[in-house]
Structure formats: C-alpha cells, structure tokens
C-alpha cells in the first residue's frame, strides 16, 4: 500500500532552473524523508523533515511541509545536469498506526535537467 | 570505510530455482530492510528487521524469506513460489532507536543493489 503520491511523475529543465517536486500522503506522520536515485543505483538520502518542522534547507534544496494539507515539496534551485535522476519521498507513519520500523515510498519522480 | 554492500550486481534464475542475495552493512545499524522495485515504480518492502534474531513482513513477503542471524547481515532468498522475480533488489539499514518499533524514524542507507532476472 502505497502511501505518497508524486507529482510530477516526470520533470524535465533547462540548466539553471528551478525544479518543484510535490508529495501528497494520506495518514499522520512522524518525518517525511526525500531520497534521490541514479538510474540503476540504490537511494540517497537527501533530507528529513520531522512533523513539528515546516521547511528545511539542505545546500541547493528546499524541504517543505504542510501537514494540514498532509502533502510536501521539495525544490532544488539552480539545477546542474547532475541532479538528472529520479526522486523519492518516503514516509514514516505516526506510531498509532502500529506501522513503526517503515518507510512508505512514493512512485518517484523522474527529474531531467538539460544542459 | 563504513558501508552496506551487496552481491551479486546481476543474478540470473532459472525457473523453479530457489536464489539467495547477500547484504551487508558495517554501520552497526540494527534495522535492515528488503525492498524490490520493478521499472519506473516506487519501492516495496519485502522483509524488515529491527533487531538481531527477529524479523517482520512487508508489504509483499510471499514467495520470499531472510534470517538474520547476526546484525551485519541480512540475506533474502527468493523462493520458486514467487512467480515474478524478476526486479531490482535493495536493501538498506538504518540506526535503530533502542525500542526498536522506531527505527524508520531515521533516514535508511541502501546498497548499490541486485538485478535479478529469471531466464
């Protein structure tokens, strides 16, 4: 059961851009973590943000968090071509839902950045 | 130079063989996690373990089973009862809290990963 939902499924940019990926997910949470993905690689962790927090910075990336809308964003600013793979968010659910020791991934949005 | 590692990079089964992928990780992490991902998906968790002697299912276990016998290492095996196996394997560990049920409440560290492809 998938829990958060991407959008776009796919994004693609000039050099230099800025690029806005957004996740939605349905149950109350303890962090939302973001997780980059080089085709045929495994995960990167980029980023996590707690329930409590509502942005966070991380170099060139953006975090945000708003969970009455129970959805986030992540922006990555002045992009490079480097930054060209697929990119997750993942959710750790709150511990009501006996759900502890998870994480929920999203399908991923696939991010080309063009020179 | 701390890490988790698996093997082989590509796998090949035939049909009805029962095949076992190798992780490990040096990170002292107690938590370790099964994922598989088909192209252009999100990932989905197979096994997962928060402490050492104990495991618990997923989200799609059948046709799969692991032991963790000691906390670097995390074997899967893929049983000739999974009738598409064919996939992109990950693992990945992650600190544990001490209470164990809080272990996703840390960012996971994941391996390079296994392609298996049934033949």
């Known amino acids: 059961s998938q829990q958060g939902e991407e959008d776009p499924q796919a994004l693609s940019i000039q050099e230099g851009e800025n690029a806005t990926m957004n996740c939605s997910y349905k149950t109350s949470i303890n962090n939302l973590q973001w997780y980059r993905q080089n085709s045929g690689r495994g995960l990167v962790h980029l980023i996590l943000i707690r329930s409590n927090e509502r942005e966070k910075h991380s170099g060139r990336l953006r975090v945000t968090l708003d969970t009455s809308k129970k959805s986030s964003s992540l922006l990555i600013t002045a992009s490079r071509a480097a930054d060209t793979a697929s990119y997750f968010c993942?959710?750790?659910?709150?511990?009501?839902?006996?759900?502890?020791?998870?994480?929920?991934f999203g399908q991923g949005t696939e991010l080309s950045v063009k020179p | 130079d701390g890490g988790i590692t698996q093997s082989p990079k590509y796998l090949f089964r035939k049909e009805g063989q029962n095949v076992t992928l190798s992780c490990e990780q040096n990170?002292?992490?107690?938590?370790m996690y099964w994922y598989r991902q088909d192209p252009g998906q999100g990932l989905r968790l197979i096994y997962y373990?928060?402490?050492?002697?104990?495991?618990q299912k997923g989200d799609i276990a059948e046709g799969y089973s692991v032991s963790r016998e000691k906390k670097e290492s995390f074997p899967l095996t893929v049983t000739s009862a999974q009738k598409n196996p064919t996939a992109f394997y990950l693992c990945?560990?992650?600190?544990?809290?001490?209470?164990?049920?809080?272990?996703?409440?840390?960012?996971?560290?994941f391996g390079p990963g296994t392609r298996l492809t049934v033949l």
């Open positions: 993942a959710t750790a659910r709150a511990l009501i839902y006996n759900q502890g020791g998870k994480l929920i």
């Open positions: 990170l002292n992490h107690d938590a």
């Open positions: 990945a560990s992650s600190l544990g809290s001490g209470l164990g049920f809080t272990s996703s409440y840390n960012e996971q560290f």
């Open positions: 373990s928060q402490i050492v002697n104990d495991f």
